[in-house]
T-cell receptor
Framework: GENVEQHPSTLSVQEGDSAVIKCTYSDSASNYFPWYKQELGKGPQLIIDIRSNVGEKKDQRIAVTLNKTAKHFSLHITETQPEDSAVYFCAASSGNAGGTSYGKLTFGQGTILTVHP | DTGVSQDPRHKITKRGQNVTFRCDPISEHNRLYWYRQTLGQGPEFLTYFQNEAQLEKSRLLSDRFSAERPKGSFSTLEIQRTEQGDSAMYLC????????????FGPGTRLTVL
């Protein structure tokens, strides 16, 4: 089955700095890569996602890059703010409506991001 | 509120008791997923429903666990004869359209088995 590794496990930055979180996956059939933000006591919330036919996607201060050959993808947050502090999870999925994989997500172990004012 | 809701939010039980959790997905979503999250880890897939059909189950889902989605709307997850190792956050997510669309997560049910 799919295995997703995420690094670093903790990341501490100063407000205004950039933060980068990296993930690798094992299943070459994976074709959907979402990133979730989870705050204390809440469920994960999608912040950005990318599909395997795209190499990079950006949404304001957040960007994701995907290297299918190397099987890794990264989250980039620029101009970090204290409210960006949370746990971030990468995930991979090989959803295929006609196959036996129905979009279940395999998550990384998470990165605790702390942004100091 | 039109998001995914879960009930109860917290459950404390004694070892050996049965517990049942409920998930109400976003109304037009036909795909429903259950995940389990232990402290300091990412969520792990448990089971998937497409409408009322349970189409995929993880090896994590022992025979003490059962899930239903009787009318293709809300879903229940029951754990029989709970063990301390069942203590975790149980998350429900729903999505629409294709398998690669966003999964919307509920707030979770935190289970503590004493």
């Amino acid at each position: 089955g799919e295995n997703v590794e995420q690094h670093p496990s903790t990341l501490s930055v100063q407000e205004g700095d950039s933060a980068v979180i990296k993930c690798t996956y094992s299943d070459s059939a994976s074709n959907y890569f979402p990133w979730y933000k989870q705050e204390l006591g809440k469920g994960p919330q999608l912040i950005i996602d990318i599909r395997s036919n795209v190499g990079e996607k950006k949404d304001q201060r957040i960007a994701v890059t995907l290297n299918k050959t190397a099987k890794h993808f990264s989250l980039h947050i620029t101009e970090t703010q204290p409210e960006d502090s949370a746990v971030y999870f990468c995930a991979a999925s090989s959803g295929n409506a006609g196959g036996t994989s129905y979009g279940k997500l395999t998550f990384g172990q998470g990165t605790i991001l702390t942004v100091h004012p | 509120d039109t998001g995914v809701s879960q009930d109860p939010r917290h459950k404390i039980t004694k070892r050996g008791q049965n517990v049942t959790f409920r998930c109400d997905p976003i109304s037009e979503h036909n795909r429903l997923y259950w995940y389990r999250q232990t402290l300091g880890q990412g969520p792990e897939f448990l089971t998937y429903f497409q409408n009322e059909a349970q189409l995929e189950k993880s090896r994590l889902l022992s025979d003490r666990f059962s899930a239903e989605r009787p009318k293709g709307s809300f879903s229940t997850l029951e754990i029989q004869r709970t063990e301390q190792g069942d203590s975790a956050m149980y998350l429900c997510a729903s999505s629409n359209r294709d398998p690669l669309s966003e999964q919307f997560f509920g707030p979770g049910t935190r289970l503590t088995v004493l």
